[in-house]
């Protein structure tokens, strides 16, 4: 047995802290008996210096592998399974116009609009990546501007197109839609969960005050209160329609108890289908604590019912999406992007 090239061991507070990041697992132990078995793992036959026992749960944890894996070669080969995957993944944006105008917003707030000669383009996409392709399964997430704006004339129909042809050829159909929240009723609430939406993924910037200075509307009197609202809506009317909750900070905009406002807008028993999780605008120069002004935050709204990321891990051994051989984006004009921040990243266009 020899040593996984991806552990890592952190002295901190009296504990050693021992992290594998090939298979995500982890242990702590008290810092004299940590160095002892530190010493046991750097000797050169491990297996003589420990008990078979604790050589297994070493072993099940990454820690230790064999002598004759190739530890770079399996994450080489993993990266390749899941870029080259069928599991496919697209983004289309039925409209790059929002009723907000969000000054960290980099796409252009024009009228636009998935017309119907795109949406034949797209079902024909479509088409061909079930009948020809042979993907093995599908999830959509309408992006935007605000995909919302369209709900009736663009995301129901092809939604609904999509998940009748999934269906026929047996194969797995997820949506979800990254928005604001601002158009969410009575009508699209009650077709979400026919129409396989698992996600909403969705914004605050920051607390209260600063939400409504970021995104406000003359129909509202608070962007923030109404957001949480629908959402409340969302969660109580469905069962299976799941929310992640994005709070994108900068070094002034986590004033006021942003815990407690959120709390208010959300009801207990649905917290534990909300996951949320910070980010810093990138925009924003300033330099923000994680250790002292996010995590405490995290930990109290994990201490009132809510899922939270703590910190985030590249999940199937691909950095981002867009790595994703099968993965693109599908502007309102039929533009076939690689990158829904970048629309100098195009790959060409949707023909008939």
């Known amino acids: 047995m020899k040593l996984s090239r991806y552990n890592n061991f952190i002295i901190k507070s009296g504990w050693m802290y021992a992290y594998n990041s090939l298979v995500d697992s982890s242990f702590k132990l008290p810092l004299d008996i940590g160095i002892k078995l530190k010493k046991c793992l750097d000797s050169p036959d491990i297996t003589d210096q420990l008990p078979s026992s604790l050589i297994k749960k070493l072993t099940d944890g990454g820690f230790l592998v064999r002598d004759d894996f190739d530890e770079l070669s399996f994450v080489k080969q993993l990266y390749k399974e899941a870029v080259e995957s069928k599991d496919v993944f697209l983004s289309i944006l039925p409209t790059m116009n929002c009723n907000y105008n969000c000054w960290y917003g980099y796409q252009d707030h024009v009228p636009s609009m998935l017309n ?72 699209i609430i009650r077709h979400l969960e026919d129409l396989n939406f698992e996600l909403l993924h969705v914004t605050l910037d920051g607390c209260r005050e600063f939400h409504n200075k970021v995104k406000f509307h003359p129909t509202i009197d608070s962007a923030f209160d109404h957001t949480l609202h629908n959402l409340n809506e969302v969660l109580k009317q469905t069962k299976k329609t799941n929310v992640l909750l994005r709070i994108n900070y900068t070094g002034k905009n986590l004033k006021g108890d942003i815990v407690k406002e959120i709390c208010d807008g959300i009801a207990p028993e649905y917290r534990n289908r909300v996951r949320i999780y910070f980010r810093q605008v990138w925009q924003d120069k300033e330099t923000v604590n994680y250790q002292t002004a996010i995590r405490p935050l995290l930990k109290k709204l994990e201490n009132n019912g809510f899922s939270v990321e703590f910190w985030s891990r590249i999940s199937n051994f691909v950095p981002c999406y867009t790595n994703r051989q099968r993965y693109v984006t599908i502007s309102p004009n039929g533009d076939v992007l690689k990158c829904t921040a970048h629309e100098d990243f195009q790959l060409g266009n949707l023909k008939e």
């Open 116 to 187: 119907d000669e795109a949406i034949l383009k797209v079902k024909s996409h479509i088409d061909y990546l079930i009948e020809v392709d042979k993907i093995t399964s599908l999830r959509i997430d309408w992006f935007g501007g605000e995909p919302l704006m369209y709900f009736a004339k663009v995301v129901k129909p092809l939604s609904e197109y999509i998940l009748s042809k999934c269906k026929k050829a047996g194969i797995q159909f997820v949506n979800s839609t990254t928005t604001n929240a601002y158009f969410i009723n009575k009508e």
